[in-house]
Nanobody, 125 residues
Framework: VQLQASGGGPAQAGGSLKLSCALSERTFRRTVMGWFRQAPGKEREFVAAISLSDGTKDYADSVKGRFTISRDTAKNTVYLQMNSLKPDDTAVYYC???????????????????WGQGTEVTVSS
């Protein structure tokens, strides 16, 4: 199983970016895909997650109302639309996937078995 993340880059505060993450194969029926981010000197933190099977979503409080996670099940691809970007959103964004993770663990990076390579987002003020 491989994940390919793309879409990062520079942005101005208040601007938008859209990240994509393609899953090479959907081994498990109940696959969950998540987005995490890691800023320099900080721990990896949860951003959002979505169930590929039923579309259930979850967001970190810091991005609610600004970021939207969505899926294209035909393409096994998940998107993260990021609006109203802030300098604090600057980080390397990673997508992750797991086929057995339970809802209460979606925000825990150690619960995901598969990770993409990361895509860098830089927001300037």
């Amino acid at each position: 199983v491989q994940l390919q993340a793309s879409g990062g880059g520079p942005a101005q505060a208040g601007g938008s970016l859209k990240l994509s993450c393609a899953l090479s194969e959907r081994t498990f029926r109940r696959t969950v895909m998540g987005w995490f981010r890691q800023a320099p000197g900080k721990e990896r933190e949860f951003v959002a997650a979505i169930s590929l099977s039923d579309g259930t979503k979850d967001y970190a409080d810091s991005v609610k109302g600004r970021f939207t996670i969505s899926r294209d099940t035909a393409k096994n691809t998940v998107y993260l639309q990021m609006n109203s970007l802030k300098p604090d959103d600057t980080a390397v964004y990673y997508c992750a996937a797991d086929g057995t993770i339970i809802r209460s663990s979606w925000a825990r990076p150690e619960q995901y078995d598969y990770w993409g390579q990361g895509t860098e987002v830089t927001v300037s003020s």
